[in-house]
């Protein structure tokens, strides 16, 4: 069985994320619409419009780890959040590790999402 959708929640407070992490941007559905990045499965964020490099998406950076960012920022190997564990190692799920990157002091710092995953097949 594949992943078909995932749903995030950010479960931090905002009042304890260091920078301006988009937040309500990255919240949301994700789905499997075949779109890739970095020629591997990509999960694209639900919303009206076509895709363009504004549309969030969650894709696996060129170091192996599952991310966040918008496509225009994917396609430069940025993350906004990504998972401790290595993709190749680990289904997006709700049992990963996650940090995000701050703008404010360009560090990272852990971050706590809730993720459902629905299978298909």
């Avoid at 949301?28 to 076509?50: A, E, H, L, S, W």
């Avoid at 170091?63 to 994917?74: E, L, M, N, T, V």
Wanted: proline share 3%.
């Amino acid at each position: 069985a594949s992943i078909s959708q995932v749903r995030i929640e950010i479960m931090t407070e905002l009042k304890d994320i260091n920078g301006n992490l988009p937040v309500i941007d990255l919240e949301g559905y994700y789905i499997d619409c075949g779109y890739r990045q970095n020629g591997t499965k990509t999960f694209v964020k639900v919303g009206p419009g076509p895709i363009n490099e504004k549309r969030r998406v969650i894709y696996i950076i060129k170091d192996g780890r599952w991310s966040f960012h918008d496509i225009d920022g994917a396609n430069k190997n940025y993350a906004w959040m990504s998972s401790k564990q290595k993709a190749a190692n680990a289904l997006i799920s709700n049992d990963l590790e996650w940090t995000y990157w701050s703008d404010k002091d360009k560090k990272s710092y852990p971050i706590q999402l809730k993720v459902k995953a629905l299978h298909r097949g």
